[in-house]
């Protein structure tokens, strides 16, 4: 079992900057990758960011391209989303992930551990 707490949300103004966490804890393996999604109200929840454990490799999604930045520090067993140019369409529910392997899927069903979610509100 992995246990995954995601923190570091809050309300910022559009153009402005947040930084979220999230630590593992429990069977972290060296082959896990991680990845952030979002879920805003009424929408389904969507792939944002991803990256392997092993590489460092790194996934977005087209719309947070240039935008944040996905790290990971695994003498930590954290992962962080540095998030920059806030807009309001950023405004949702951010989750972490976790699932065993080398690739990052974009699919909500491919990952077997989530945190809480920590929300993540932009006011224009």
């Known amino acids: 079992q992995v246990q995954l707490v995601e923190s570091g949300g809050g309300m910022v103004q559009a153009g402005g900057s947040l930084r979220l966490s999230c630590v593992a804890s429990?069977?972290?393996?060296?082959?896990?990758?991680m990845g952030w999604f979002r879920q805003a109200p009424g929408k389904e929840r969507e792939f944002v960011a991803g990256?392997?454990?092993?590489?460092?490799?790194?996934y977005y999604v087209d719309s947070v391209k240039g935008r944040f930045t996905i790290s990971r520090d695994n003498a930590k067993n954290t992962v962080y989303l540095q998030m920059n140019s806030l807009k309001p369409e950023d405004t949702a529910v951010y989750y972490c992930?976790?699932?065993?392997?080398?690739?990052?899927?974009?699919?909500?069903?491919?990952?077997?551990?989530w945190g809480q979610g920590t929300q993540v509100t932009v006011s224009s």
């Open positions: 992930a976790a699932k065993s392997g080398y690739v990052v899927p974009k699919t909500v069903g491919a990952y077997d551990y």
């Open positions: 429990g069977r972290t393996a060296s082959s896990t990758s």
């Open positions: 990256i392997t454990r092993s590489l460092g490799s790194t």
